[in-house]
C-alpha cells in the first residue's frame, strides 16, 4: 500500500508540473488561453521523460526520511552481504539470530556431545584437526540456559537499535565479525598466553574449549554504548548506570581477566567483539559507513 501511495505521489507530480509547463499562464490579454488534451498528454510525457533522464525528480523524497549524519550512513561492505538480501526488517533478523541460538542449544541436549564438542566449540585441537568452521558455530552454541538468555537478552535489545539505525545486514555481520575475532582472540591467547599461565603440570591448553555468542553480542552492546556513551543501561532492568561507565567496566574487568590467566569465562572472546565495535564505530565517525 504504501508503494501504491509513493507511485500516486509521483504521478500526481508528474501532471502538475506537465500542466504547469503546457497551460501558459497568461496571454497577453491577461486571460488563460485553453489547451487541448492531447497538448497536456504530450506534455506529460515530455516532462517525464525529461526528469528521469536528467534526474531533476528526487524520488527518494518519497521515502522515509532518516536522520542526518553518521546514524544514516551505511557501509557497503557489511550492508551489502549476499547472504542478508533476504532479510525483510531489522527486527526479523534479531529473531532469526536468537532462534539459531535456541536450536543449537536445544541441539545440545539432543545430539552427541562428543559430535557436538567438535563442531559447535572452538579450540585449538578442533582448529589443528581442520574443523575451522567452529570458529563461527561456536558463536550460536549454548549448553547453559542462563548463559543463552543472557546473550539473548543483550542481543534482542541492542541489537534491535543497531539494526534499526543500520540495516538488518549490518547487523548481521556485525555479528559474524564479533564472532571471528572473538574466537581468534581465544585460539591466540591459548597458542601464545596459556602455556605461559599453566596452572599445574600436564595442562593440555590445547583441549580447552569456548562456545557462546558473547563475543559477537559484545560487539553489538559496545557498539550502541560507543554510539551514544552519554545513554542509560538499566542493570537488572532496575539501576541506572551512564552507559560510558558500564562500557569502561566490562572491557576492564576483561582485561582484568585475561592477565590473570585461566578463567570460566573467555575475556579474550569479550575483548575480540570489543575490538570489531571499536573499529566500527572509528569508521562511522570518519563517515567511511
Sequence with gaps: MAMGRRLTQFQTLLAQQALRSAIPKHSSAGTVLPVSAAAVAAAVRTAAKRWLTAGSLDLFSLQRRK???????????????????WLPSPDQV???LIGANVA????????????MEKHFTVSLDNFKSGRLHTVLTNAFSHTDAGHLFSNMIGLYFFGSSISSMFGPSFLLNLYVAGALVGSTFFLIEKAFRAPQKQVYVGWDSSRQSVLGASGAVNAIMLLQIFLNPKGLIYLYFVLPVPAALVGAAW??????RVNKG????????????????????????????
Excluded at 251 to 256: A, E, S
Design 67 to 85: 536522520s542526518p549524519g553518521w546514524l544514516s550512513s551505511s557501509s557497503a561492505f557489511l550492508r551489502g552481504a549476499p547472504w542478508a538480501r
Design 94 to 96: 534479531v529473531f532469526t
Design 104 to 115: 543449537v542449544y536445544m541441539l545440545w541436549q539432543l545430539a552427541d556431545p562428543s559430535f
Design 251 to 256: 572491557i576492564g574487568l576483561d582485561l582484568v
Design 262 to 289: 585461566q578463567s570460566q569465562t573467555s575475556a579474550s572472546t569479550h575483548l575480540g567483539g570489543a575490538l570489531v565495535a571499536a573499529l566500527v564505530w572509528a569508521r562511522i565517525r570518519k563517515g567511511w559507513f
